[in-house]
């Protein structure tokens, strides 16, 4: 089944800048489908548009559609917020907030208007086990957030998206200022969270790409240049530029 499909999207910056020409892809839910490719592909701007980040920048153009179960997400008639709870996004830097790891976590369950204690700490002790964080931090839930470690940030960044029950994730390279064991649990995480979610990242390399896809797309300067399963992408690319860019030939 697919959970979002993205039909002839095409995106300009005001600069000048076509960042995505003429986009077509479906993504499956239940897996994780990775966006790869050299810096300035459009990966970013791609994910963006997912969850209407993109009404924020600097955006002159953009056209096409973008299906989130049979809805278009771009129609301006959209419920942008509605929208972001069922798509969530976790940046490559970590960025919590200045409260105690709880109150990151149940910040925007509150602000959605949930008061019940019961809930909020049932919401707590889920997402942080999903994160794979819960074990590290179950007995320091009071303490500042700022105080963990990057690896452990950026769980609790992955954990209070969580926490809003999206029904995408989208990550944007988060991984990238990790350590290898942080990178790991991150990684393991992904491959329990796609049993129940609809995955896509952005990975920090090419071997991340390999080792956690079950899709793979391949973009080059806002282009697809191919989309299979990752098995294939990897083993037996269909395009050269692909097969040159996964064998490092270029960066
Ligand atoms: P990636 O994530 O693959 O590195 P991006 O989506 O960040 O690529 O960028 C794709 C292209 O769009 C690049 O040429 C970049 O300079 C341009 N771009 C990205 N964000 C903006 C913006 N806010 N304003 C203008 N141009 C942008
Ligand atoms: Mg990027």
């Not at 993205?6 to 003429?22: F, Q």
């Not at 649990?185 to 071997?207: A, D, F, M």
Request: hydrophobic share 40%; net charge negative.
């Amino acid at each position: 089944m697919n959970k979002i499909t993205i039909e002839n999207l095409t995106l300009h910056y005001s600069d000048g800048n076509e960042s995505l020409r003429e986009i077509n892809i479906s993504i499956p839910s239940n897996a994780i489908s990775v966006i790869f490719g050299p810096s300035g592909g459009g990966k970013s701007t791609l994910l963006r548009v997912l969850n209407r980040l993109n009404d924020l920048t600097d955006v002159s153009h953009l056209e096409g559609r973008v299906l989130l179960d049979n809805e278009n997400i771009l129609d301006p008639k959209t419920d942008v917020i509605a929208l972001r709870r069922r798509v969530g996004m976790v940046f490559a830097r970590p960025v919590v907030l200045p409260m105690s790891i709880r109150q990151n976590l149940i910040y925007g369950l509150e602000v959605a208007g949930e008061k019940d204690k019961y809930k909020l700490d049932a919401a707590v002790e889920r997402s942080l086990k999903q994160a794979a964080l819960w074990e590290e931090v179950k007995d320091r839930l009071d303490d500042p957030a700022v105080a963990l470690s990057g690896g452990q940030q950026q769980r609790v960044c992955l954990a209070r998206v969580l926490a809003l029950e999206p029904e995408v994730i989208l990550l944007d390279e988060p991984t990238s200022g990790l350590d290898p064991i942080s990178t790991g649990k991150v990684e393991e995480s992904l491959q329990e969270l796609k049993k129940s979610y609809t995955i896509i990242l952005v990975p920090h390399s090419v071997q991340q790409a390999a080792r956690t896809a079950d899709y793979a797309a391949f973009f080059l300067q806002g282009e697809l240049v191919e989309y299979a399963v990752s098995d294939i992408l990897f083993t037996n690319p269909a395009e050269q530029h692909t097969q040159d860019y996964v064998e490092g030939r270029f960066g």
